[in-house]
């Protein structure tokens, strides 16, 4: 049985003053925290009692708490029924901030001040936005924690609380995304839960399409219809390498006995299920009119977990019109199809409002990928350092799929960008990182080697050096890898080290005292790596559950 209470020496944090301690419950793991009924289809109340060292701040997913100083004790309640994965504890070096008024970020010291300016007020206006389309928010307050760079998914949304990972805040339009998924899960997946682990959809789907219409209302539709599209490459390229009919792409997975519902997680999951919740909202020719539809549907099943039946029957009882032109039955469009059928998604949304955006991105990768190519017209064209972060990855996510590009495209890619892209966000370098070891471009190896010397978080890690693997600089990869295994977490290290060993004989014994299993928001995309000789990486999954 997996084992999923991180235990982290203070070497593996970012203040490297205390230790740290956290749970991750999504998808089975709570089992071995406490005695559950470790399913989504039970819900309970909770109440836990947590005894720690002075100095060490106790937090937990739960609507009440309280601290008896001279005792050493929190005491912590959550009064709403939730399922077994959303129980959640945090233990550190953690101080907070008000940034408003139902909402606190805490951090370790030498990141709050980052945390707070990168959050202060705004999520409140995200809450706010949320509320005025879904109804109230029932959990009080929302809170959240920036955990060091171990933690192994990007974000997670335990109520009151979420978890994220303090190495997205640098990169802000993935943090803003990030953090307002998470928001979304307070009324789809958190307040109205998903009964088996075979229709995760209803609460990542869901979730993504209401966190597209929070930032639609608060950023504008340009910006919502540039990230998606974002995201449905990256689904089309996730599609390519698994296969159009590989069942994983259902939205109704068969759970076979045995297996981790958490191998289930991918692009799927939250890209097609999106779609079909996308093209729900259409057929009601008003997305205000699916928003009161969705207000209904949380009022009627918040604290309890449904099927996907309930939410289709809900909502053609909602609409009658609908029901009465069997909109369920549409040829090709059957709702049945939509749920069990393989392959991409029976219906796309028009991103067309997101053109002014997403064209520059399309002009600027016909210019570097035309033959012949005219390197000073493609130079001149755009100044990448003006451009959204979501432009700059679309862009350097084609050339990644483009790999390996000519030699005299990647030496003049280089010359114009490499520079450029140094000082941008660690998402953004991850991506140009990747072109440079896919075209084994060695002027620029010094940079992946750099990047991974000061990267301890597997969001990063893992893809490169499954590329490194893929390719002829495994050598390469392995002197970084014993240079750096000391700055990595045991689960990390042993995940690299798998990956490192394939197609080698077993690599020395190093000491990985305490690892456990590879943490299950991970295992499929360890897996598929694995069978696709690395060409799927976690830059392809969004793994914010």
Not at 140 to 157: C, H, K, N, Q, T
Not at 280 to 290: A, K, V
Not at 292 to 302: D, G, H, Q, T
Not at 378 to 397: E, M, P
């Amino acid at each position: 049985m997996p084992t999923h209470i991180w235990w982290l020496d203070p070497e593996l944090t970012y203040g490297n003053a205390k230790p740290f301690v956290f749970t991750q419950g999504h998808s089975v793991c709570n089992r071995s925290f406490f005695p559950c009924f470790d399913t989504p289809a039970v819900k309970c109340t909770y109440s836990a009692t947590v005894k720690a060292p002075a100095g060490i701040q106790v937090l937990m997913s739960a609507t009440q708490s309280s601290y008896l100083e001279e005792e050493g004790v929190y005491q912590f309640y959550m009064e709403y029924p939730v399922p077994a994965y959303l129980v959640a504890l945090v233990a550190g070096d953690l101080i907070h901030a008000d940034i408003g008024p139902r909402s606190r970020v805490w951090a370790e010291p030498c990141l709050l001040p980052t945390a707070i300016s990168k959050l202060s007020g705004i999520v409140e206006r995200w809450l706010t936005a949320a509320e005025s389309l879904y109804g109230p928010y029932i959990w009080g307050r929302y809170d959240i924690v920036f955990l060091p760079p171990s933690f192994p998914i990007v974000a997670m949304e335990n109520p009151c609380l979420t978890f994220i990972i303090s190495s997205i805040l640098e990169s802000d339009e993935f943090l803003i995304i990030d953090v307002i998924h998470e928001v979304a899960h307070s009324w789809f997946g958190n307040a109205v839960t998903n009964a088996t682990w075979e229709e995760m959809w209803l609460s990542e789907g869901l979730a993504t399409y209401a966190q597209r219409r929070i930032t639609t209302e608060t950023y504008g539709a340009a910006f919502t219809c540039l990230e998606t599209a974002f995201r449905l490459d990256a689904l089309h390229r996730q599609m390519k390498l698994l296969g159009e009919d590989n069942p994983v792409s259902k939205l109704q997975v068969k759970l076979e006995p045995g297996v981790n519902p958490s191998n289930l997680m991918n692009l799927f999951t939250y890209e097609k299920g999106y779609c079909f919740v996308y093209y729900l909202s259409q057929l009601c020719g008003d997305p205000r009119h699916f928003d009161s539809f969705l207000r209904a549907y949380i009022e009627k099943y918040k604290f309890t977990s449904v099927v996907a039946q309930d939410l289709l029957d809900s909502f053609l009882n909602f609409f009658p019109e609908l029901k009465e032109q069997c909109v369920e039955s549409k040829a090709g469009l059957e709702f049945e199809r939509w749920l069990n059928a393989t392959g991409p998604p029976l219906a796309e949304p028009d991103l067309s409002q997101g053109s002014s955006l997403t064209r520059p991105v399309e002009t600027l990768f016909k210019l570097w990928t035309t033959e012949p190519l005219d390197s000073v017209a493609a130079a001149s064209s755009v100044d990448l350092t003006k451009w959204r972060t979501f432009q700059t990855v679309l862009f350097l996510d084609r050339l990644l799929d483009g790999s390996p590009l000519p030699h005299e495209v990647i030496k003049k890619l280089s010359e114009c960008y490499s520079s450029q892209l140094d000082s941008m966000n660690a998402e953004i370098r991850i991506r140009w990182l990747q072109i440079v070891v896919r075209n084994d471009y060695y002027p620029d190896l010094y940079k992946v080697r750099r990047f991974l010397e000061n990267q301890m978080s597997r969001m990063y890690t893992i893809p490169l050096y499954e590329d490194l693997c893929t390719g002829t600089l495994k050598s390469f990869a392995l002197e970084i890898f014993y240079q750096t295994q000391n700055q990595l977490h045991p689960n990390l290290r042993k995940t690299i080290q798998q990956i490192l060993s394939q197609g080698l004989n077993p690599l020395p014994a190093i000491d990985t005292t305490a690892v456990t299993t590879d943490t299950p928001a991970m295992v499929l995309e360890d897996k598929v790596s694995e069978a696709t000789n690395g060409a799927i990486s976690l830059r392809d999954v969004n793994v914010s559950a």
